[in-house]
């Protein structure tokens, strides 16, 4: 079965750039879309963006765009990179199958908290 | 953007009760709504898609029922590995969640 696993950095600084990583185990990067969501007390679940093997993306227009989602199909990964980052970005970043194509998201990588402090 | 509202945002049951959350949508989504089960520090789990079809693995005591803006998921009898936090989500534009209902046990 698929298998997400996650990583990256748990602390960033104001105005730096924040990355993660999702490597996919257990299958393959075709034929599905990708996603990227996060989770905060403020904000609850908010989908950040999808991205298929071919590099197509979809962002969720309700967000700014500082978000950019890319794709190694070679390393079956793909991973998330915010810009500018601030105390408001704080949250538990996931990875997960699926998205506005698919429709629903599953499964889930096991989440990343990351905190947005200097 | 499609606002989706929870109730109630957190409810208190015994082991066998009968558990229902609700989900309203803004404006219409026909079916184009899932729900998902998430334990303390775990991911979300789907559970429920297209409002009514039970995912694979998820106990038959769970159901899920709706359309247009009025959505309910259903515990036939709640189970103790039941207790955790349940989320709506649609899809019809663009992707937005619910708010949450915390199930706990009394």
């Not at chain 1, 950019?68 to 105390?87: C, E, G, P, R, Y």
Request: glycine share 10%; proline share 4%.
């Amino acid at each position: 079965q698929v298998q997400l696993q996650q990583w990256g950095a748990g602390l960033v600084k104001p105005s730096e750039t924040l990355s993660l990583t999702c490597a996919v185990y257990g299958g393959s990067l075709s034929n599905v879309y990708w996603s990227w969501i996060r989770q905060s007390p403020g904000k609850g679940l908010e989908w950040i963006g999808e991205i298929n093997h071919f590099g197509s993306t979809n962002y969720n227009p309700s967000l700014r765009s500082r978000f950019t989602i890319s794709v190694d199909s070679s390393k079956n990964q793909f991973s998330l990179t915010l810009h500018s980052v601030t105390a408001a970005d704080t949250a538990v970043y996931y990875c997960a199958r699926g998205g506005i194509v698919t429709t629903f998201f599953e499964p889930w990588g096991q989440g990343t908290p990351v905190t947005v402090s200097s | 953007d499609i606002q989706m509202t929870q109730s109630p945002s957190s409810l208190s049951a015994s082991v066998g009760d009968r558990v229902t959350i609700t989900c309203q949508a803004s404006q219409d989504i026909t079916t184009y709504l899932n729900w998902y089960q998430q334990k303390q520090g775990k991911a979300p789990k789907l559970v429920i898609y297209d409002a009514s079809n039970l995912e694979k693995g998820v106990p038959s005591r769970f159901s899920g029922s709706g359309s247009g803006t009025h959505f309910t998921i259903t515990i036939s009898s709640l189970q103790p590995e039941d207790i955790a936090t349940y989320y709506c989500q649609q899809y019809d534009n663009n992707i937005s969640f619910g708010g949450g209902t915390k199930v706990e046990l009394k």
